[in-house]
């Protein structure tokens, strides 16, 4: 691939949480990067052209039995290299200092003080508010090093600049370090002279041309929801192959209120994609009658999907003639191949998306955005001349309003929901907060409870509303929403969603709840 080729900084990846958000401040610097495995083979590394390399934090000690065992050899590519936190240790440890358990845990801000003029630092301040999150702290420096920089306690930062090695012991690609970003490009720029080549249109360009390139004369099929990454995805492929890609659009029955009409306006009108809408509602619905169970819900949708997927390729077939590829928007954060050293998380959700149709149809896929991040795909969309409103949306799941419905799914509930779901986003649009905002939504819960009216008992369901602030959606917190919004959401529900007599907020973070109630 074109991008492959261009120079890169190769983050490698010794299983922190923070990783993926270095590669992320670097491509914002138009530098293009990827995160490989600590374990990841010399010639692999090389093969992405790097000018530098980066070596992340981890939650393991350099002793532990277990400690990833990344081949010291990276360090004698001949390329400059940044340490991050464990990457710090792992350089002291591997060139011959000593690393030790800190006898005070540094976890939060701290104070550095920056002692020695280094290439790192120029232009930032002489003391630096930073993130620190390490037990182990470098002791005796590994020969040729320096010291750079302190907090009260601890080595933050040291240099053995013949060498080109660097590192630093807070964490600058976190937005709680001040300066963190000018830290990196000091690195990236400064240190390792990378240009700033990494920039949409050549990604667009090339990616349109290698497209074209790959399916020739052959047909491509996408599941498409209106979300932003099918959407940019389908777009992309669109631009190289025209109407040889037909865009499935499924109605599962669980979409929000005219979603399926308006979606399918805009993919049509504004995107010219060529759509086929399939209502399915009937099936999904029939399929979902006298369920409860969450995974049972999420897992007969995925099914059910795929179903009607393959049967409408079968028909494409029949009537255009053979097809060969399916699109699918694969992010990066997807691909990333993580680096367990805790063993496998356990299963919270089992997520519906496309993932289970390769396998079924044998297709080959096309994945355009494998390698972009999402606020990379909504560059990249506006640069393809896509409407704000849609690569500003919020996400929706896969399994739809089914799993904000809790307890059983049937077209009463459904139609409730989809009403005091449309007072939320539309009220929330009003104050102005939707684009802040990662996901806003209603939640209809099986609880029915006494209210009055208009001097009348009423006995009716509850909805919860949900909002939250995300970056990746993996944690989130709850927005404290304006009173104001709260009590207009809150009196046009109870006034205008007969069977509804109750407004409920959720006020959790995720951890420990999820963001979905299912
Ligand atoms: P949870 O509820 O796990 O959700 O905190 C995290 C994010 O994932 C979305 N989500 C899904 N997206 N298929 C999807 O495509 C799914 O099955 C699914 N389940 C949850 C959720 O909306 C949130 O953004």
Same mark, same amino acid.
């Given at each position: ?305 795929? !179903?009607?997927? %393959?049967?409408?390729?079968?028909? #494409? +077939? @029949?009537?255009?003639?053979?097809? /060969? ?93 989809? !009403?005091?779901? %449309?007072?939320?986003?539309?009220? #929330? +649009? @009003?104050?102005?907060?939707?684009? /802040? ?82």
């Amino acid at each position: 691939m074109e991008h492959i080729a261009l120079p890169s900084i190769v983050v490698l990846d010794f299983g922190s949480q923070y990783t993926q958000l270095i590669a992320r401040r670097i491509r914002e610097q138009n530098v293009f990067s990827v995160v490989l495995p600590c374990t990841a083979k010399l010639d692999e590394i090389r093969g992405y052209n790097p000018v530098g390399i980066i070596l992340s934090g981890g939650p393991c000690s350099v002793y532990d039995v277990d400690a990833p065992p990344a081949d010291p050899e990276v360090l004698k590519l001949g390329l400059p290299v940044l340490g991050i936190c464990y990457g710090l240790q792992f350089m002291t440890h591997t060139l011959g200092g000593t690393v030790h358990a800190a006898s005070k845990r540094e976890y939060g801000h701290a104070e550095v003080t920056v002692l020695e003029s280094s290439a790192l630092f120029v232009g930032l301040p002489e003391t630096l508010s930073v993130w620190m999150s390490h037990g182990d702290e470098a002791d005796t420096l590994a020969p040729g090093f320096r010291l750079v920089a302190r907090t009260t306690s601890a080595v933050a930062a040291i240099e053995n600049v013949a060498a080109g090695y660097y590192a630093v012991q807070f964490h600058p690609e976190v937005h709680h370090t001040k300066f963190g970003t000018s830290l990196l490009k000091n690195f990236v720029f400064g240190i390792c002279k990378a240009q700033p080549s990494w920039t949409p249109q050549r990604f667009i360009d090339s990616t349109i041309a290698q497209i074209r390139e790959t399916v020739g004369e052959g047909r491509a099929l996408c599941a498409i929801s209106g979300g932003v990454d099918s959407s940019v995805a389908a777009t992309l492929v669109h631009r190289a192959i025209g109407d040889r890609l037909t865009c499935v659009f499924v109605n599962n029955g669980v979409l929000r209120k005219d979603e399926y009409a308006k979606v399918q306006h805009n993919l049509r009108t504004k995107l010219k994609l060529n759509i086929d809408a399939v209502d399915a509602t009937d099936r999904f619905l029939s399929k979902l009658a006298g369920v409860s169970d969450p995974e049972r819900k999420r897992k007969i949708i995925g099914n059910e999907f795929i !179903e009607v997927f %393959d049967e409408e390729s079968q028909r #494409i +077939k @029949r009537e255009y003639g053979e097809v /060969q590829w399916l699109v699918q928007g694969t992010l990066y954060p997807d691909v990333i191949e993580s680096v367990s050293v805790r063993g496998p998380s356990v299963t919270i959700k089992s997520h519906h998306n496309v993932g289970g149709l390769p396998a079924k149809m044998k297709l080959k896929l096309i994945e355009p955005l494998r390698d972009l991040f999402k606020d990379e795909v909504r560059r990249i969309g506006r640069d393809l001349q896509m409407p704000d409103e849609m690569l500003q949306r919020q996400p929706f799941p896969g399994p739809g309003l089914a799993v904000r419905i809790l307890g059983e799914v049937t077209p009463e509930r459904i139609a409730l929901l989809q !009403e005091a779901d %449309d007072i939320v986003l539309t009220e #929330i +649009k @009003r104050a102005g907060l939707y684009d /802040q905002i990662w996901q806003s939504f209603a939640v209809l819960l099986p609880v029915m409870s006494v209210g009055v009216m208009g001097d009348q008992r009423t006995y009716a369901y509850t909805c919860a509303i949900r909002a939250v602030t995300s970056e990746d959606g993996m944690t989130a917190d709850w927005v404290p929403l304006p009173h104001e919004v709260l009590k207009a959401i809150s009196s046009r529900i109870v006034n205008e969603v007969p069977g509804i007599n109750r407004v409920v907020y959720d006020i959790t973070s995720k951890p420990p709840g999820t963001i979905e109630w299912e």
